[in-house]
């Protein structure tokens, strides 16, 4: 069996090797996608050499973080690998003295939303029309239009 290897990207050309096709899964608009992939800390999951799940997560505001885009390869999903690229950041960002992390899932979203609250993020509101907003084409998932962004969080307590 293969094994999976972690690891945390800092700089630009690191990331840069996260293929877009793997972005694209959880964001499927590279306008937004470059937005936000050079200013990211990435957190990488490896399987024989291939990048087969990419976290990247923003610094946005002082001493906040939000993950901007979890994406696992359809072929490796339900294996545990997204529950650890996110434990994985929560403790990078820990290391970088933040004090909460956000992130969004659009409302088909709910597999995500089952996954984040089992790592331990609140549902803190609704971003209303932030898809129709943000994103030039509209975008289906689970048969329905994905229109609204809810927004959850996490509080770090940084003493751990
Ligand atoms: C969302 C995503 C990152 C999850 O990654 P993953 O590696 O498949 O998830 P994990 O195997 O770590 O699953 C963790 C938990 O999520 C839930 N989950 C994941 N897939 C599920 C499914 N198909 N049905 C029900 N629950 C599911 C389970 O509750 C699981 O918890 P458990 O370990 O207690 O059973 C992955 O499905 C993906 O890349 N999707 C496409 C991109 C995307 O939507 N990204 C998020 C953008 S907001």
């Not at 979203?109 to 509101?125: A, D, E, P, S």
């Amino acid at each position: 069996m293969s094994e999976y290897f972690y690891s945390c990207m800092e700089n630009q050309s690191d990331l840069q090797r996260i293929p877009v096709e793997l972005l694209h899964l959880a964001d499927p608009s590279d306008e937004m996608l470059h937005s936000y992939w050079n200013k990211s800390v990435g957190v990488v999951c490896m399987c024989d050499h291939k990048i087969v799940g990419a976290l990247l997560m923003t610094p946005t505001r002082p001493f906040v973080a939000e993950i901007m885009n979890v994406s696992v390869d359809e072929s490796f999903q339900n294996r545990g690998i997204g529950r650890e690229l996110i434990r994985r950041a929560v403790q990078k960002a820990k290391d970088m003295r933040m004090r909460k992390i956000e992130i969004g899932t659009g409302n088909p979203g709910v597999v995500q939303m089952l996954l984040y609250q089992k790592c331990g993020f609140r549902i803190v509101g609704v971003d209303l029309d932030y898809f129709r907003i943000h994103y030039k084409e509209r975008i289906i998932e689970n048969g329905i239009e994905c229109r609204d962004m809810i927004r959850m969080e996490m509080i770090l307590d940084t003493n751990m």
